[in-house]
Structures are given as C-alpha cells and as structure tokens.
C-alpha cells in the first residue's frame, strides 16, 4: 500500500512538471518568436493556464530592452525606435494586430457588438486601425526617448517592469471579465481556463518583478496597471460585452504606454 502510494506521488509529480514545463514553453512560443510549439502537445485549458507565465516572458523582453537601451554609438531616438521595432517584431505583432483589429472595431461607429466583432475579425486593417497603430507606437518612441533622455545611464532597470506588467494583466482580465467571441473555440477555452489561481500569482509575480525598495513607483505599478486593465476590461464590456484576444492584446499594448506615461509623470 505505501509503495502504491509512493509511485502514484512520484507519477502525479512528474506529470505536475511535464505541465509546468508544456505551459512554460507555450507562453513562449505564443507571445514571442521562440521556437518551441511545434512538438508540444498542448491541451485546451494549457493555452489559458499559461498566462501565470506572462510577466515571465515580458521580464525577458524587457531584459532585451534594457541592453537595447544601452547601445553605444547610438543618439536616444534611434534606440527608442530600435527597441519600439524590437518589441514588434520579437512578438510576432501579435500585440499589435490585435490592438488594430480592436481599434477598427471600436472606433467603427457600430452600435451592435456582433457587429463590431464582424468588423475585428476582419482580416483586412482599416484606416482607424492603422492610425491608431501608428499613433501608439510614436508614442512609445517618444516616451523611451524621455526616460533614456533624462537617464543617462541608460533605460532603468527597474523598468523590466513595462512588459512584465503589461503582459501580467492578461491573467486579471480573462479571470474578472467573460469571453465575447461567441462561439467555442481556442479563444473562449483560453479564457475559461484562467482562474483565480492564475491571476492571484501574475499579480504576486508583477508585484515581485516591478519592486524596488528605492523607487516609489514599484509600491504602486502593479495595483494601477491591474486596475488600468480592469477599466479597459469594463469598456470591452460595454462594447462587446466582454473580452476576446483581439481585446487582450490591445490591452497589453495599451497598459505599457499607461506605466511609461505613469513612469514620467511621477518622475
């Protein structure tokens, strides 16, 4: 009986690793150019369970940010447009094609929100959205050019933080608010599939990421970009009636430019 037990403990504990790591890899693969999703055997709820994952992957961007923002030779300008272009590309405009699809959706003028999600589907980008795009990623560029422009020493570290956070809401969002898709699917199995759980440690994880005992900014970071999450989450809501992945990939581009504007505000 106890050796029953000891190999139903040791059985249970790998296949506990074998998921931690099948979802590890799956946040990687999914947010960035990382190879590594082809020979995982993902299952349904491995594709939401894995946003505990997020501010991990963001960590690393922001740690390529960093050393971006250090590049010898190079006026501030340049290596805030290098690392806005970086960002883009490392995340496959996975981001950015959903912050668009949501912007031609919203800004469309549709009242309906089938409608409006007809519109987000499209695989065509409007005017609207093309705009908007272009409109957030200027601003990206010029607010890196005043955080490396009044910090000499290059980006600051304690702004690992910016994707780290932007990317932690996902979990928040898909817990509070319900999926507006419609129809079943990978978008409404990712959301279900985040619960309490998952958005208690990508909180516990922004927390840990963004703080910093000499920087009155970390006390507040991942408290304000949660609750700037949450207020975009209630306006998906009143649109759409909830949230789907177009929503979440605005929101992660929209929470970044809120904590480098929040950055500069306080500082």
């Not at 549709?110 to 589907?121: S, Y």
């Not at 290059?154 to 910016?162: I, K, M």
């Amino acid at each position: 009986m106890g050796e029953c037990t000891n190999k139903c403990g040791m059985t249970a504990g790998k296949m506990s690793m074998k998921k931690f790591f099948r979802q590890l890899l799956f946040a990687f693969g999914f947010l960035t150019i990382i190879p590594g999703l082809g020979k995982l055997k993902i299952k349904p709820d491995d594709t939401g369970k894995s946003v505990v994952f997020y501010p991990v992957v963001g960590l690393l961007i922001g740690l390529f940010l960093y050393l971006i923002s250090l590049l010898p030779g190079l006026l501030p300008l340049t290596r805030s447009a290098i690392m806005v272009v970086f960002t883009l590309i490392f995340s496959r405009f996975i981001h950015a094609d959903g912050f668009m699809d949501t912007m031609d959706g919203f800004l469309s003028g549709r009242k309906m929100p089938r409608d409006i999600i007809a519109v987000m589907r499209d695989s065509r980008t409007g005017t609207l959205g093309f705009v908007s795009g272009f409109s957030i990623y200027i601003l990206k560029i010029c607010l890196f050019y005043e955080i490396i422009s009044k910090w000499a020493g290059g980006f600051p570290y304690y702004l690992f933080a910016a994707p780290a956070l932007s990317r932690g809401g996902v979990a928040i969002s898909g817990y509070m608010f319900p999926y507006a898709g419609g129809e079943k699917g990978l978008g409404r199995s990712f959301v279900s599939s985040i619960g309490l759980f998952q958005a208690s440690v990508s909180f516990l994880l922004m927390g840990i990421i963004s703080f910093n005992r000499d920087n009155i900014l970390s006390l507040i970071s991942a408290p304000a970009v949660s609750a700037f999450g949450i207020i975009w989450g209630l306006v998906c809501m009143k649109k759409i009636g909830g949230i789907t992945g177009d929503t979440l990939g605005a929101g992660i581009e929209m929470s970044e430019l809120f904590y480098l504007a929040l950055f500069i505000a306080i500082f």
